[in-house]
């Protein structure tokens, strides 16, 4: 199982970008999926979160300007982000809770994304 992000880049402060995050192997379901971001010289934060009823989560800091989505038939976590801001530059990992099918039976276990860089900069 792995986890692959796509969509980073430079985008000017008010624009946006829409990341996304594919999981693929031998996956039998994915429970919750998440959103993190590593600034330089700060910790990993929480962004946002979807379960996989489609219930969200978001961080003060992204409410009204992130969506996070997902397609489960397709085992993809999407983020759209509007009105970015300089403050937002980061490398953006995606996380999954996924269970996957193994010899003796299915298995549960935390995977990330590679990251994906996103720097908001005029």
């Known amino acids: 199982v792995q986890l692959q992000a796509s969509g980073g880049g430079l985008v000017q402060p008010g624009g946006s970008l829409r990341l996304s995050c594919a999981a693929s192997?031998?996956?039998?379901?994915?429970?919750?999926m998440c959103w993190y971001r590593q600034a330089p010289g700060n910790q990993r934060e929480l962004v946002t979160t979807?379960?996989?009823?489609?219930?969200?989560n978001y961080a003060d800091s992204v409410k009204g300007r992130f969506t996070i989505s997902r397609d489960n038939a397709k085992n993809t976590v999407f983020l759209q982000m509007n009105s970015l801001k300089p403050e937002d530059t980061a490398v953006y990992y995606c996380?999954?809770?996924?269970?996957?099918?193994?010899?003796?039976?299915?298995?549960?276990?935390?995977?990330w994304g590679q990251g994906t860089q996103v720097t908001v900069s005029s």
């Open positions: 996380y999954g809770n996924i269970i996957y099918r193994a010899v003796g039976g299915d298995f549960r276990r935390d995977y």
């Open positions: 192997g031998s996956i039998r379901s994915i429970n919750v």
């Open positions: 979807i379960a996989t009823g489609g219930s969200t």
